[in-house]
């Protein structure tokens, strides 16, 4: 952390007064990770007193609106994409893109667009986590496959396993975000991050030729028997077991499931991961990639030191320790940073570094407004279930984007 000082000294003759920090980092190694990111800054500034209130998570997220209208503090965490929008909208959260000036805007390039409304940028990234496609390394060689670096191969695959009774992927659809993550890829490869962005944020028609493509490239994989048999029995947690006992070849999932799986026996030799591949030759590749973000409440008292640790938060050294296999577990956005030595944080922190350049998507329900998602992923579990009404899903979902972005 030697380059902290140096950054640090720059605001330390400025800082003073209070900063006072709303988190909800509840959890106990988030906790311990926002109360030592205070402890350290407030360490590096003499006339500065840091107060942290950490809030339990859910009860946050009731609370936020009220606290940034009527008392709000100079710093809250928040999400990223659509999440921030309500806040930014109704004139809650302060500009700060001049925190992007200089070369922070390269080295947090991968979440910039998800910073960005009205060619502004709202908040900070601190962390993140890739999804993509886990699947039975051990199983894939025995049946001599490789990781697909397209549709046709995707598809192969598929059929290759399916050949040999096992099902291609696992999945539990009776919690309707998993599916969203299925329609998310799809529509990402499909159609781009753009058209993807416009659909979730209300400006394009459910029932445009370009979803219907995006349910077509879908429905070849339903067609193939490509997904465990009753899926909507199962939470996430409870379709693990598929995979770890071999019944199925692959689970399109967000990292946090690497853990459990772990836990059920796949070691990294029987355990690998790859990214999504290309559907659409013509679309540069975008990814999900759920960011948590700090943001400045427009109302702060002290918004020169807010947004100086706004600066140190997103620093190479601080993302490095907060992200740390011993801390948040996840990966620091900034590219400057290093990554702990863990496998599958290594493989993901390439792609959304290197490997990304469509732009990173917050998943589809933080992406939608929470009503839209609601109806969207019920037609999506029922799509998977009922693949011949889906133009009576799709009238119901243009319904709804009628109604609901008014």
Known sequence: ?????????????????????????????????????????????????????????????????NFLSANPPDVANWYAGNRMRPYVDAGLFMDVSDVWEGTLSEELASTKGAMTLDGKQWGVPYTYYQWGVYYRKDLYEQYGLEEPTDWESFKGNCQTLLDNGVKCFTIGTKFLWTAAGWFDYLNMRTNGFDFHMALTGGEVEWTDERVRQTFANWRELIDMGAYIDNHTAYSWQEALPFMANGEAGAYLMGNFAVAPLREAGLDDDKLDYYQFPAINGDVALAEDAPTDTFHIPSGAENPEAAKAFLKYVTSADVQTKINAGDALGQLPVNSGSSVDDDKFLKEGFEVLSSNSSGG???????????????????????????????????????????????
Do not use: C, W
């Open 360 to 406: 990173v998507a917050q998943f589809f329900d933080r992406d939608a407004p929470a009503e839209m998602a609601k109806v969207a992923m019920e037609g999506f579990q029922r799509f998977m279930v009922q693949p011949d009404s889906l133009d009576q899903i799709l009238d119901n979902l243009e319904r709804a984007r009628q109604r609901i972005y008014q």
């Open 1 to 65: 952390m030697a380059a902290l000082p140096a950054s640090a000294g720059s605001h330390e003759e400025k800082l003073s007064g209070t900063l006072k920090i709303f988190s909800d980092m509840s959890n106990p190694a988030p906790r311990a990770v926002m109360e030592g990111l205070a402890q350290d800054f407030d360490a590096m500034h003499d006339d500065l007193t840091v107060e942290l209130t950490i809030i339990d998570r859910e009860a946050y997220k009731t609370q936020i609106r």
